[in-house]
């Protein structure tokens, strides 16, 4: 799952839903166990309504008709391999660690077990690259008369994520940009010096920087404003960054609100000098499909899982747990000769961490024909589905964009009746960016999925309802070297893998696909 905190890049809105409901936190509250109206009524009648109740007589329709040929220990072998992967790429799976390898097994698997159900495909395309090899340094003069001073990294300024490759500059001037720098007549004075420009909403921090480039400036330090309380690392790129985009090439850093305003009160004596050691590269990379020969291509559904991981770790929890499920609940299907009436296409996404790159890609040449657009009925996607300290998430339907409200509503709710059906606890979240379901819904196609939370802290209400630890992450190894086997909750992995399971058989055999996502009232068939 791709961090989205320190982001600026556009996501979607998250009040899209019914404007009264609490948002102390972005979570919406379920109680599965229900039936709290029903204390009005008689015990009588409550006993009558459970007894009667379709969902409660432990009939076929509980659960997937595969649901006992989906092993829990199979999935964790597909996450030990992974692992294996990582372990030989500098305890990563990323981009330019190990993800090949671990494209190569997902291929492997399929074509040895599933070739005769699905084709097996690859989309490669290209990705920027960048990473810090070496802290900065950022010293000035000409302030009160006080020398030299050498300001701290991570405390007075940092990087940006693709603030530019390696640089060296010198005592330069500043130059300060008025109007949060969007507009190219803004940057009339910067060439040959150091923009200072101060964080805004008019325009994405890129646009700022790259206006900066093209007038010829140096370089580029962007203040927070003075509600920011901590040092910006955003990406200072396009955020659906394709082949032939333009990356910066001069260095963007971030500052405080304080150093900021001291610069441009010291304009006329300050210079700076400042250091990067950066690495910035456009590499090739791929995305994974298994396309179903079967199914009515029609009534296309896309279900997806990130299959890389951040540089830091080897992404077992983010995002093996995913993927690893995806790819056995495909190879369940393929050996049970599942029969479809709707066409399926399994996506394991690649550059997910570094800005839903995979998934952005596989929509951008997707819509260039708008008939290929118009047979995607919907798409689910699987991010983070064994968290050690989790929660079970369905993304809520009512925060996709307006337009997809009710379409999205019903594949949360057909999660939903999973865990209604196992007397299993879940939450809603929200369905606003930091996952592959997002150039899905840009382009206006129905989206849902699963998730166990990241690094946000299990409260005590959850505690609770869930079990675990009240106050901690989520998932404590989010986007860190621990992030290993041992991180993984087989219970987690179990229950979610087998909801995913439970909605993805209902959808592929549904004969009115199209029907029951566009109408409240029908029911899936």
Known sequence: MADTSRETQPLLNPDNGDPSQDRRSRFKRVFPYGLVALLFIGISTVILIVLVKPHDDGGPQNKSPLSEQLLTPSIFAHLEELYAVAQKHNN????????????????????????????????????????????????????????????????????????????????????????????????????GKIAVIEEGSSCELWEAAYNAEKAGATGVLFYNNSKRKFLMFSRIRITAWKEGDPLISIPVLSIT????????????????????VNSLTVESTINVLCTTKTGDEDDTIVLGAHLDSVPEGPGMVDNGSGSSSLLEIALVMAKAEFALKNKIVFGWWGAEEIGLLGSRHYVRELVKDEEKKNQIAMNMNFDMLASPNYVPYVHDGKTAPEELIEPSSKIDHLLIDYFNFEKEGFEYTDMVGGSDFLPFLLEGIPSGGLLTGAGEKKTMEQRTLFGGFANAPLDPCYHQSCDTIENVSKEALRLMSQAALYAITKVAEADNLREWLSDADIELQ
């Open 92 to 191: 990563s799976r990323s981009v330019t660690n190990g993800y090949m390898a671990s494209a190569d097994y997902v291929q492997t698997q399929l074509l040895l077990k599933a070739s005769n159900y699905c084709d097996i495909s690859t989309q490669e395309f290209k990705v920027p690259v960048w990473s810090e090899l070496e802290a900065p340094e950022l010293r000035s003069t000409g302030i009160g008369g006080s020398g030299e001073i050498l300001y701290q990294n991570k405390v007075d300024f940092q990087n940006f994520r693709y603030g530019g490759p390696s640089a060296s500059l010198k005592k330069q001037e500043i130059q300060g940009v008025s109007n949060n720098g969007c507009s190219a007549k803004d940057h009339k004075k910067v060439k």
């Open 257 to 276: 609100n304080s150093f900021g305003n001291t610069l441009l009160q010291n304009e006329d004596s300050v210079l700076l000098s400042l250091k990067t």
